[in-house]
């Protein structure tokens, strides 16, 4: 089946004003904005898939290439308004646990600095779900995860060490159910 003349018509121009227009807008990006040659091409490509479902309600090239730069503008500023709230997340951390941003028991996390955004999410979701836990058991999950010994923790808390290896225990299983309920929660 063959699409109308009219609309042949359109996806030409719009063709041709994609590829006149990409590599200007993601200089536009990357220099008034600073974004990365990565977020600068989502976000031309974002506006494009704007422009296009409007595309037939412009007066010619020139109100497309308007419309275009207005939603470049408003595309780039979400995506530094979330780079922000990423930096606010990692300052937060690096306040409250600065080691487990870049390692685990001395083993690097993160191999790239793009990774550290993501790793500080998962942290504060495991920060969030190990506060949901009883005293004693978040207390061993937090000598646990700084590497102190099940018989030391024992000794810290005034228990046997058999009884600290199982609230140890414990501690991971609640806060697996903790973790699983809160994606099944988000995936409904």
Known sequence: MTRPPE??????????????????????????????????????NDAFAVVWRRWRLYEGEDHAKRSFYLILKFLACKTIEGKVRDRRLLQELALTNPEALLAVNGHPVVDDAEQIPERAYALKEQRDIIRE????????????????????????????????????????????????????????
């Open 7 to 44: 609309q042949r018509r359109h996806e030409a121009a719009f063709t041709e004003f994609v590829s006149r227009w990409t590599g200007a807008g993601i200089r536009f990006c990357r220099n008034r904005y600073r974004l990365t040659d990565q977020e600068a091409m989502e976000v031309t």
């Open 133 to 188: 836990l009883p005293e004693q058991q978040r207390r061993s999950l937090e000598l646990a995860a700084q590497g102190v010994p099940a018989s030391e923790r024992a000794e810290r808390k005034g228990i046997t060490p058999g009884n600290e290896r199982v609230q140890t225990h414990r501690a991971r299983e609640r806060a697996r159910r903790i973790r699983d309920e809160r994606e099944e929660g988000a995936g409904e």
